[in-house]
Nanobody, 127 residues
């Protein structure tokens, strides 16, 4: 069983930055593909970014490309989402998710592809 805990959310002004962290316990994340999703108010959950077990494959939603960066530190069992140039449309609850164990260059952008989910962290961008 993998337990995921997100942190780093909060209130930020437009054009500001935040870094979200997703820490795992129970299992090592080093052989899991990871993803970040978000759920804006009144909307469905949507894909943000994904990274394979090694970090060699990365994929972003068009809406965040060039502004957000996903990364991982397998030694710390943690995945990150650096968010720059934040916009009001980025306001959402952000979730991290894990799929695995799997050793592959594949990355996954559908919520149904993931086995484990965190509880989410709120990000609010004020304009």
């Amino acid at each position: 069983q993998v337990r995921l805990v997100e942190s780093g959310g909060g209130l930020v002004q437009a054009e500001g930055s935040l870094r979200l962290s997703c820490a795992a316990s129970g299992r090592t994340l080093s052989n899991y593909a990871m993803g970040w999703f978000r759920q804006p108010p009144g909307k469905e959950r949507e894909f943000v970014a994904a990274i394979n077990w090694s970090g060699a494959s990365i994929y972003y939603a068009d809406s965040v490309k060039g502004r957000f960066t996903i990364s991982r530190d397998n030694a710390k069992n943690t995945v990150y989402l650096q968010m720059n140039s934040l916009e009001s449309e980025d306001t959402a609850v952000y979730y991290c998710a894990a799929r695995g164990p799997i050793i592959s260059r594949d990355i996954y952008y559908r919520a149904t592809d993931y086995n484990y989910w965190g509880q989410g962290t709120q990000v609010t961008v004020s304009s």
